[in-house]
Every structure is written in C-alpha cells, then in structure tokens.
T-cell receptor, first 113, second 108 residues
Framework: DGGITQSPKYLFRKEGQNVTLSCEQN?????MYWYRQDPGQGLRLIYY???????QKGDIAEGYSVSREKKESFPLTVTSAQKNPTAFYLC????????????FGPGTRLTVL | GIQVEQSPPDLILQEGANSTLRCNFS?????LQWFHQNPWGQLINLFY???GTKQNGRLSATTVATERYSLLYISSSQTTDSGVYFC??????????FGEGTQLTVNP
C-alpha cells in the first residue's frame, strides 16, 4: 500500500524537552512538507523540502528543525524554543517541487505538559 | 502573502440537502485543492482544481481563476459528509496556503 505514515499518533512531552515526529512516504515523491494545525484553524507551513539534502523554512519555522537525508523520510524536531508546541502536526508529500497535488499523512497530536 | 477566505464558516444541514461552499482568494494561483478533514483529523483529497470544473460522485468543484474564487458543491448530503472543508492554494514554490475552513454538520 502506497501512502504516508506518521508516528506516533499521540505524543506527550514535558515542557523543555525536544521531541521528534516521524514522517515516512513510499510514494516516491520528491517533495515533503510539515504543517501545524491549531484548534479551529487552518494549516500553516512549518518547513518543506523539494529534494533530498535540501529544505526551506515555511511561515512558522521558529522553534522547529528538520532533516532530509533520505527521499522517503522527513522528520520534524520540536525544540524547547517553540513557545506553544501543543498542536496537531501533519506531514504531506507531492510528486515534485513544482505545482502539484499534495497528499497528507494521518497526523500526530502533540501535547506538552 | 495570498489571502484565502472561506464561507460560510459554519453550515448545518439536514440529510439530503444540497450546499455550496465558497473560497475567495486574493492572487493568481498555480494550484487549488479542496480537502475534507474527518473527525479523526485526516485530510482527504477531494479535488485538485486550479481551473475549470470537476465532478466526483455527489461532489463537484468549479474554479474561476480569473475571478479568484472556487466553489465546492455537495449534493444529497449524508451524515458522513460532516467535518471541516478546506481550500488551499499554491502560488509559488509548492507552498500551500490554507483557508480557515467551513465546518459542516449534517443531521440525520
């Protein structure tokens, strides 16, 4: 089955701890994205990567970091510098870095206690 | 950056009713997508429609790029249609900008 997987589904962390969210895709897509969703709002772009070993900041990159060492993987680290990390995080991918349809994973709900 | 406005913000229907959701945007776009977010948070692709009209079963969508709006039509609504509907626009660099969504509730 081709698709995008995110793990874990739910994540609880203490304030001040870094946490890494996993995103894997087997669609052979070049581009991958991370979005954040707060309750009652739309999604906002955190980081995106159009090709392996390259990534760009989105609209709300402060307090987050990413890596893209493999085509199929794009992990997101939420650092202690992120002031309000509790949110729903969604990963997406698209075939190329140009205009094209994006597909989303099931998301990770992060709660910082 | 591009502004995306969705209306109405909330919509309550009886099962079997038809509805139209609207997405207005402030700039030209390379890509426009409609999504349905189910109660578990999963975003389901409905349409990839930068221009023109597409239909998929009870749903159809029309984008008039020159007038900067898109419409999503839902006919004969079912309770499983409930959830949040988002439009999202790509202007450059493959970045999607999302609207605030329309919360649809379909009552039996």
């Amino acid at each position: 089955d081709g698709g995008i997987t995110q793990s874990p589904k739910y994540l609880f962390r203490k304030e001040g701890q870094n946490v890494t969210l996993s995103c894997e895709q087997n669609l052979n897509h070049d581009a991958m994205y991370w979005y954040r969703q707060d309750p009652g709002q739309g999604l906002r772009l955190i980081y995106y990567s159009q090709i392996v070993n390259d990534f760009q900041k989105g609209d709300i990159a402060e307090g987050y970091s990413v890596s893209r060492e493999k085509k199929e993987s794009f992990p997101l680290t939420v650092t202690s510098a992120q002031k309000n990390p509790t949110a729903f995080y969604l990963c997406a991918s698209s075939m190329s870095g140009g205009p094209g349809e994006q597909f989303f994973g099931p998301g990770t709900r992060l709660t910082v206690l | 950056g591009i502004q995306v406005e969705q209306s109405p913000p909330d919509l309550i229907l009886q099962e079997g009713a038809n509805s139209t959701l609207r997405c207005n945007f402030s700039d030209s776009v390379n890509n426009l997508q409609w999504f349905h977010q189910n109660p578990w948070g999963q975003l389901i692709n409905l349409f990839y429609i930068p221009s023109g009209t597409k239909q998929n079963g009870r749903l159809s969508a029309t984008t008039v790029a020159t007038e900067r709006y898109s419409l999503l039509y839902i006919s004969s609504s079912q309770t499983t249609d409930s959830g949040v509907y988002f439009c999202a626009l790509e202007t450059s660099g493959s970045r999607l900008t999302f609207g605030e969504g329309t919360q649809l509730t379909v009552n039996p």
